[in-house]
């Protein structure tokens, strides 16, 4: 089948953004009356037989669509324009995975409309070490059209995601997504988040060394292990101390023998590495004034049933 254009003296040039854009026919029949020369908006209210309230709501979708400029003040009929969007997001985003896609036409539209877009862009390009393809821009501006972001979080986002290597705009797509869903929206909140996460990252780091982890992965029960030493405030010398008193009772590493330390610490209430020796050495002090020959100071515990039942634990389960 073959088709083709009968030309007549007048011809009808458009946009091609036209074709991407999902338009009523009253919506197309007015673009159609501009095309042909038909400007004034008394006149294409009298084309169509309708209000000129119409013929502007019209021309405000024409012009979100990035097809029109006009010099009307469309405020209520753009305001109706971008209503109808959120309330979809609103529903899509608990369920969806991803950003929508965009079409050229309205990226560019986004663009146009707020100029911090472009300053945004260039400068996660520069935090990135990379110039953006269309389809990492679709989803940056997604994250401020879909997700409801504004720029300084969607910057503090990109700058964690690369201290924390995760450098693929994908892949900080989906933790953006999670992110909203769990209530963090605001850059305030981020920041928070991040403090958090960030020294948790920094302490495994320190605790893979202690313990000669390496490269392996953590197990869920480790990373919990380490994010509870985190949030009592124990840092690498209390943690340190915890792992020497470990391999001196048992003669290996292990964590879950360190963590019984520290939790016991850390429910005596002790917060720094000197209250935790002074109460080692006040131990050791009643264990020699009470004439326990063969004392092996308790690193956590005054009580000897306790570390008893500890090693009775970690035997049974290694």
């Known amino acids: 089948m073959t088709i083709q254009w009968n030309f007549g003296g007048r011809v009808l040039t458009l946009p091609t953004a036209v074709a991407e854009v999902d338009a009523t026919p009253r919506q197309l029949r007015v673009l159609f009356l501009i095309a042909a020369g038909t400007t004034e ?4 209210a009298a084309e169509l037989d309708c209000k000129s309230s119409e013929i502007k709501e019209i021309l405000a979708f024409w012009q979100e669509a990035g097809v029109l400029q006009t010099d009307l003040a469309l405020p209520a009929a753009k305001e109706k324009a971008k209503a109808a969007p959120k309330a979809e997001k609103s529903k899509k985003l608990p369920r969806a ?3 929508p896609t965009y079409s050229l036409s309205e990226l560019n539209a986004m663009l146009e409309r707020r100029e911090s877009l472009r300053t945004m862009i260039e400068e996660a390009q520069q935090i990135m070490g990379k110039l953006f393809n269309t389809y990492e821009i679709n989803i940056l501006l997604g994250m401020v059209d879909y997700l409801e972001l504004d720029e300084s979080y969607i910057l503090l986002l990109l700058a964690h995601c690369m201290r924390m290597e995760k450098k693929g705009l994908r892949t900080i797509e989906r933790y953006a997504i999670s992110l909203v869903d769990s209530g963090i929206t605001t850059a305030e909140a981020l920041e928070e988040q991040v403090q958090v996460i960030e020294e948790r990252h ?3 780091g320190k605790v ?5 982890l390496k490269s392996r992965s953590l197990t869920t029960k480790e990373q919990k292990a380490i994010a509870a030493w985190a949030s009592f405030g124990y840092g690498e010398d209390i943690i340190r101390r915890a792992y020497e008193i470990t391999v001196d009772a048992i003669h290996q590493p292990s964590l879950q023998y360190t963590n ?4 016991r610490w850390h429910a005596n209430g002790l917060t720094t590495l000197a209250e935790i020796e002074k ?3 006040t131990e050791r002090a009643e264990k020699e004034k009470a004439g326990d020959s063969k004392a092996n100071f308790k690193t956590f515990d005054p009580n000897d049933a306790f570390e008893a ?3 009775r634990s970690y035997k049974k389960k290694d």
């Open 41 to 44: 908006l008394a006149a294409l």
């Open 97 to 99: 995975d991803e950003i």
């Open 202 to 204: 920094t302490l495994e």
């Open 208 to 212: 893979r060394a202690i313990f000669g």
């Open 260 to 263: 019984a330390i520290l939790e």
């Open 279 to 281: 109460a080692l050495e």
């Open 309 to 311: 039942a500890l090693r």
